[in-house]
C-alpha cells in the first residue's frame, strides 16, 4: 500500500505537495493510473488514481472514501517534559503515535532540562508515524505551557501524574477507565518536584505508579500510552 499525506482534501481532485511528489514519482516511480490510498489526519481515508505522475505537482481523483476511520472512542492526552537529549523526546512521539495517542503537550518544569523545541521537526516525525502506523487521525502537538498554568486549565475527565516519589500510588492499570478522556503527566529526568506534585493533587490530578522499576521519561510515556490503549481494547 502506497500511502501519502495531504492535510486539506475537498473535492474530488487532490495534487500532492512537493515532498510527497517527489516521492511519489522519483523515489517509488509511480505512473499515471496507479491507485495509491490518501490520508488527511483528521480521519479521512480515500483511494486516489493518478492522473498526472508530475514530480513537483502529482495530480490524483479520488476514487474512494472513508470518513472517521479508526476513530475510538477514548481520548488520550500526555502532557509531558521533553528530555534533554531531543532524540529520545522524537523516540516517545512516533512510538506514542503508532500506540495511539490524540494530543501531546510538551510540559515546563521545575526540573526540565529542555526548554525549547522545533515544531516543523516534531510535526514532520507526528505525520511520519501516523503513515506507518495506517491512522487517519494526526496527533495534536500543543506548544510548550508552564505546568501551573496547564494544569490550571486541564479539562479532561481522568486526570493523572505520575511521579517516582513514595507513597500510596496505585497503578494505572487498575484504576484506568475504558471510553473516556484521560490526560496524564509525565515529569522531566529530575521528576517533578514536591510542590508540583502538590499543586496537581490540588486539581485534582490523581497520584499513579507506571510499574515498580524506574523509568525513562520517554519510557514512562509510552507505557502509559499503551496501558490506556490496552484497556481500551
Same mark, same amino acid.
Given at each position: 500500500?502506497? %500511502?501519502?499525506?495531504?492535510?486539506? /482534501? ?27 490510498? %490518501? $490520508? ?6 480515500? @483511494?486516489?488514481? $493518478? ?47 503508532? $500506540?495511539?495517542?490524540?494530543? $501531546? ?27 506507518? @502506523? ?41 484504576? /484506568? @477507565?475504558?471510553? @473516556? ?19 496537581? /493533587? ?32
Amino acid at each position: 500500500m502506497q %500511502l501519502f499525506y495531504v492535510p486539506d /482534501i475537498s473535492g474530488d481532485e487532490v495534487i500532492l505537495d512537493d515532498t510527497e511528489s517527489k516521492h511519489a514519482v522519483r523515489v517509488l516511480r509511480l505512473a499515471e493510473g496507479t491507485t495509491v490510498e %490518501l $490520508i488527511d489526519g483528521k480521519g479521512g481515508f480515500y @483511494s486516489a488514481k $493518478i492522473t498526472d505522475a508530475n514530480s513537483k505537482k502529482c495530480r490524483m481523483t479520488i476514487t474512494d472514501k472513508k470518513k472517521e476511520f479508526g476513530k475510538k472512542d477514548f481520548r488520550l492526552h500526555i502532557a509531558v517534559a521533553p528530555t534533554k537529549n531531543i532524540d529520545r523526546f522524537e523516540w516517545f512521539l512516533e512510538k506514542a503515535t503508532e $500506540i495511539g495517542i490524540d494530543e $501531546i503537550t510538551p510540559l515546563l518544569c521545575e526540573h526540565s532540562e529542555r526548554k525549547v523545541v522545533k515544531p516543523e521537526r516534531l510535526d514532520k516525525i507526528l505525520v511520519s508515524a501516523m503513515k506507518q @502506523s495506517l491512522k487517519a487521525y494526526l496527533p495534536k502537538l500543543n506548544e510548550f505551557a508552564l505546568f501551573k498554568n496547564f494544569i490550571e486549565a486541564a479539562k479532561e475527565e481522568h486526570k493523572f501524574i505520575a511521579h517516582c516519589y513514595e507513597g500510596e500510588k496505585k497503578h494505572l492499570k487498575n484504576i /484506568i @477507565s475504558a471510553h @473516556s478522556n484521560v490526560l496524564i503527566l509525565i515529569g522531566p529526568e529530575g521528576d517533578f518536584s514536591p510542590e508540583e506534585v502538590k499543586l496537581a /493533587i490540588t486539581n485534582d490530578f490523581k497520584e499513579i505508579s507506571l510499574g515498580s522499576a524506574r523509568l525513562r521519561t520517554e519510557t514512562a510515556g509510552v507505557v502509559a500510552c499503551h496501558i490506556v490503549n490496552l484497556a481500551n481494547e
